[in-house]
């Protein structure tokens, strides 16, 4: 059996129950954060350019992020960040964590909206279905 085979068979070998509680956790943070960026990005086009000039630099330095901001205005902002915020070496506190939500998903949901996805995604591994999870995640103009 190789390595795929034997990941598909230990994920569909393996009850929920039977999952650590901090691999739980893990997932729902990854899962709130990821939404919050599809949400943010839905609101409007934004262009990335990666420069992966340095890609030997990035393979030692696995947490380094650099962000440049080209201005309308012709000006240029670059920050740099050794351990980014987030990553294993400088974790997300969940406050800061749902701080960053609200803040992505309010160019999309009303607020109440936004509160009531992180009801669900706070109880996601309780929940019987994902509708009403999904339900709160779209704008209102495109629900029916």
């Known amino acids: 059996m190789n390595v795929t085979e034997q990941f598909a068979s230990f994920v569909v070998n393996t009850d929920f129950d039977e999952l650590p509680e901090e691999a739980i956790k893990a997932a729902k943070i990854a899962i709130t954060d990821c939404l919050g960026c599809i949400l943010a990005g839905s609101a409007g086009p934004v262009k990335v350019h990666p420069d992966l000039s ?3 630099g990035l393979k030692q330095h696995q947490d380094f992020a650099a962000v440049t901001l080209h201005l309308r205005d ?3 902002v670059t920050r740099r ?3 980014r915020l987030g990553s294993p ?3 997300m506190s969940q406050q800061a964590l749902l701080d960053k939500y609200r803040t992505c998903a309010q160019r ?6 936004i509160e009531r996805s ?5 109880r996601l591994e309780t929940l019987a279905h994902l509708e009403e999870l999904i339900a709160s995640l779209q704008p209102a103009e495109n629900l029916s």
Do not use: A, F, K, R
């Open 118 to 122: 992180i009801t669900y995604l706070s």
């Open 81 to 83: 960040v050794d351990i």
């Open 54 to 56: 340095d890609q030997q």
């Open 89 to 91: 070496g400088n974790p």
């Open 108 to 113: 999309v949901l009303p607020s109440e909206q």
């Open 74 to 76: 012709g000006q240029s």
